[in-house]
Each structure stands twice: as C-alpha cells, then as structure tokens.
C-alpha cells in the first residue's frame, strides 16, 4: 500500500463518520454515486461501502480498481478510470484515440502536449487542460517520463503526479461537496496524540519511519516544518540537506511538505505557508 491507496482509505473513514453522524451532504454524495454505479444502498452503512465511494469519487469503478491502478499494478491496456479528467476539464480542446499507437503519435507530433489515460483509450491535451486538472504542468515530473503519463505508469514520477492530482480531487470533491470543517477536525491531532506520534516515530531525532495514516503523517510533517525560518526562502538543494537529517526518503518528505500545503513551491523554492493560511486536508 502507497500513499495514494492511503489517502482513499483515509478518505473513505472519514466519509464513513459523515454518513454515521447523518451528515446531509455526504449522504447526498453517497447517494448519487451509489445511483451512478448502479450499487443497492446498504441498510447501514460499513467501511467497505465508503471505501467504494471514495474511489468511485475518484473516477474508478470501485476499491479494488482505485487500488490496483494507484498502486502501480494495472497492466497494460487495462481500463485506468477517469482518475486524469473531471468535469473540470469539460470544456477544453483535445484528441482522442482508442490506440495508444496513434496517441503516441500525436504526442511526438506535439511534443508540448500531455498523453494522459482515459478508461481503456487515450487523451492528448494541451497545458491549459493540465492546469484545469488542479496541476502544475511545468512540474519536473513531466518532462521524466516525456509528458506520458502510459510511459511512465507506476514510476517515481507517475506516483508524484497521481498524489498531486489526488490533492486536487480532495479539493475539489471531498471538501466542497462533502464537509470541509468535519475533514479538518478529523485530521487534527490533540497535544497528548501528536507527543505519542512523535515518541512513536522519532527516534534520536530522526524519523524511524514516515507514518502511513494521513493523521500521524501530518504531526510529522507539522513537527519538521516547524523546524525551518518562518520568512526564509530555500533551494530545493537546502531542502534536501534538511530532510536527509531526518530520513533518508527526502524526496517523499518534500512532496509531502507541498501536497499538504505546508509549504509553498515555485520555480524550485520552498518557503513555509504563512501560518494564518489554512492548510488543505
């Protein structure tokens, strides 16, 4: 399991107390995406249903299909979801072709476009359906594995692109459409919970391990970005330094730090989010 298939299942949890507690947006979601996929509606709802939810909200079938693509393990020319597009996108100019042959074509012909997947076919778009998509088009990540999203399936550079994309769809659809105060309550640590974390993960000064549960995750995150000047602005070089005391996977711990909006990224310098901004949960 990745941080990805993390995240639904954080997500799916969270859905779960929504629907528990008669939350009357979650349960309106839950209803129309029960209705779309054609599921009968449980007599209570348990944590299988909402893990289906949260990945069918994502733009796969359901649990099983969100974890096999998002861990990497999907195999060619299997149906990918609609996990790269979104009503967001509806309104942009692109080209679709059912053969990953002409796709790849089309991308070679117009190598500032983006080959994403869609389903079982294939989309070339431009940079403004990039951004539309919640995302930077100008991110390093793209230009690894040649703006191919087919290419560089399950790579370093696909996975950091999926947990970009899967912060925009957090965004987006968990929450606005659901209950954005209640997601945030949920992923707050006590004082008591956060020195528990820290004992548990943090040893000598440096992290053990990184948490996989989003909400231990986060006391992490919180606990090393409250360790760099508030007003400085660092290079990704520095940023790099400053993670390795910690924990050798200093690229995950950057990302992280951006995804979660703890800190701010542009044109390869990081500062801390200013601490009356809210961040995205």
Same mark, same amino acid.
């Given at each position: ?54 990945? *069918? ?18 195999? *060619? ?205």
């Amino acid at each position: 399991m990745n941080a990805l298939t993390t995240e639904i299942k954080t997500r799916a949890r969270l859905l779960l107390k929504l629907l528990q507690n008669k939350n009357v947006a979650a349960n309106k979601r839950a209803l129309m995406l029960s209705r779309k996929q054609k599921w009968a509606l449980p007599e209570e709802w348990q944590l299988r249903h909402c893990l289906n939810l949260a990945a *069918a909200d994502c733009g796969f079938q359901h649990w099983e299909h969100a974890r096999e693509v998002l861990s990497g393990r999907a195999l *060619a020319g299997a149906d990918m979801g609609d996990f790269w597009h979104g009503a967001e996108v509806g309104g942009y100019t692109n080209h679709w072709f059912s053969s990953y042959a002409q796709a790849l074509t089309q991308l070679q012909a117009h190598p500032d476009d983006y080959l994403l997947p869609y389903r079982r076919q294939y989309v070339v778009v431009g940079v403004d359906y990039v951004r539309a998509l919640g995302m930077n088009p100008e991110d390093a990540s793209w230009d690894i594995i040649g703006r191919n999203l087919i290419a560089g399936y399950s790579s370093n550079s696909w996975l950091t692109l999926a947990q970009y994309r899967l912060q925009a769809t957090r965004v987006e659809r968990f929450e606005k459409i659901w209950d954005v105060q209640q997601s945030k309550l949920d992923l707050q640590s006590t004082e008591d919970e956060a020195q528990r974390v820290l004992k548990s993960f943090v040893q000598q000064g440096r992290l053990i391990k990184i948490p996989e549960q989003r909400k231990k995750r986060l006391v992490i995150l919180q606990w090393l970005v409250n360790q760099l000047e508030t007003t400085r602005r660092y290079s990704e070089a520095e940023m790099n330094r400053f993670f390795l005391g910690f924990h050798e996977d200093y690229a995950t711990l950057r990302r992280e730090m951006i995804v979660n909006g703890l800190m701010i990224r542009q044109e390869g310098v990081y500062w801390r989010q200013p601490e009356d901004v809210d961040i995205a949960v």
